[in-house]
T-cell receptor
Framework: AQSVTQPDIHITVSEGASLELRCNYS??????LFWYVQSPGQGLQLLLK??????LVQGIKGFEAEFKRSQSSFNLRKPSVHWSDAAEYFC????????????FGTGTRLTIIP | DAGVTQSPTHLIKTRGQQVTLRCSPK?????VSWYQQALGQGPQFIFQ???????QRGNFPDRFSGHQFPNYSSELNVNALLLGDSALYLC????????????FGPGTRLLVL
């Protein structure tokens, strides 16, 4: 079955440390890939997306993600986290162009410690 | 330029009741999608409206219905509420065919008692 997996439910990182959040997908072809962030009581904000081309994509707030076809992964990274990065992060896919439905992973909650 | 707005922000209902949630799209957007986000879960796609028609639907029962108005705003209706319908309901709007223009609203939190 088609699915999106975020294996880490909760991650704690020290402020200033690097971050990597994992995302794996199970689809027949390369889907369109997204990372969203959700702060408490807020809606979802798009961090970055991958449709095609360069497999390393840059997003807002200093985030980047790398698409690896061989591993069916689209991991999110940030070299140095800030306390304001504490939030819930969701990986999402659209199977193909013209399919409107975003399928989300279950999310990774990021806690930042001083 | 106002973003996506949703009303109300919070709502409490009892089992068996009906509820209507509203979404006003970002300026220039003509497509509205609705998502249900249960506590601790990722959002799940309910359906999408464009040109006042339902274009795509997720795995939700017929108790969930919607409408889109000529000004592109939308309503989500849920009949015969169940406890399991308690969730954050998110509206996302964009320009038809342009995935990267999608914006999410802040959501309506529904509690069914």
């Amino acid at each position: 079955a088609q699915s999106v997996t975020q294996p880490d439910i909760h991650i704690t990182v020290s402020e200033g440390a690097s971050l990597e959040l994992r995302c794996n997908y199970s689809y027949g072809a390369t889907p369109y890939l997204f990372w969203y962030v959700q702060s408490p009581g807020q809606g979802l904000q798009l961090l970055l997306k991958y449709f095609s081309g360069d497999t390393l994509v840059q997003g807002i707030k200093g985030f980047e993600a790398e698409f690896k076809r061989s591993q069916s992964s689209f991991n999110l990274r940030k070299p140095s986290v800030h306390w304001s990065d504490a939030a819930e992060y969701f990986c999402a896919v659209v199977p193909n162009f013209g399919n409107e439905k975003l399928t989300f992973g279950t999310g990774t909650r990021l806690t930042i410690i001083p | 330029d106002a973003g996506v707005t949703q009303s109300p922000t919070h709502l409490i209902k009892t089992r068996g009741q009906q509820v209507t949630l509203r979404c006003s799209p970002k300026s220039g957007h003509d497509t509205v999608s609705w998502y249900q986000q249960a506590l601790g879960q990722g959002p799940q796609f309910i359906f999408q409206y464009y040109e006042e028609e339902e274009r795509q639907r997720g795995n939700f029962p017929d108790r969930f219905s919607g409408h889109q108005f000529p000004n592109y705003s939308s309503e989500l209706n849920v009949n015969a509420l169940l406890l399991g319908d308690s969730a954050l309901y998110l509206c996302a709007t964009r320009i038809w065919g342009v995935q990267e223009t999608q914006y999410f609203g802040p959501g309506t939190r529904l509690l069914v008692l």
